[in-house]
């Protein structure tokens, strides 16, 4: 089992960058799928990106292709979400999720084990 805390989210105007962390404690030397998830208020969740254990292998949602990176430095046990011309759209509580089955990069919620409490991201225009 892991535990997961996300850090970095903010307030930022529309066009500009943030930088989101997700750390984890733990099994941290276990090897997971990680994720990355959202939701804005009255709307679902939905899925943002998602890298393997070994960071060869990303995905991401149609909606942040081209605009957002993710990324993971696993001897610090951490994931990051860079996240660059940004939207009022994407203003959401942002969520990191572990996937114990290392095999599989997933865009389905329910395929992840532990989720972090969220961090606020806020975009103005």
């Known amino acids: 089992q892991v535990q997961l805390v996300e850090s970095g989210g903010g307030l930022v105007q529309a066009g500009g960058s943030l930088i989101l962390s997700c750390a984890a404690s733990?099994?941290?030397?276990?090897?997971?799928?990680m994720g990355w998830f959202r939701q804005a208020p009255g709307k679902v969740r939905e899925f943002v990106a998602a890298?393997?254990?070994?960071?060869?292998?990303?995905y991401y949602a149609d909606s942040v292709k081209g605009r957002f990176t993710i990324s993971r430095k696993n001897a610090k046990n951490t994931v990051y979400l860079q996240m660059n011309s940004l939207k009022p759209e994407d203003t959401a509580v942002y969520y990191c999720?572990?996937?114990?089955?290392?095999?599989?990069?997933?865009?389905?919620?329910?395929?992840?084990?532990?989720w972090g409490q969220g961090t606020q991201v806020t975009v103005s225009s």
């Open positions: 999720a572990a996937d114990s089955d290392w095999t599989v990069v997933s865009a389905l919620d329910s395929n992840y084990d532990y």
């Open positions: 733990g099994r941290t030397s276990s090897r997971y799928t």
């Open positions: 890298i393997s254990w070994s960071g060869g292998r990303t």
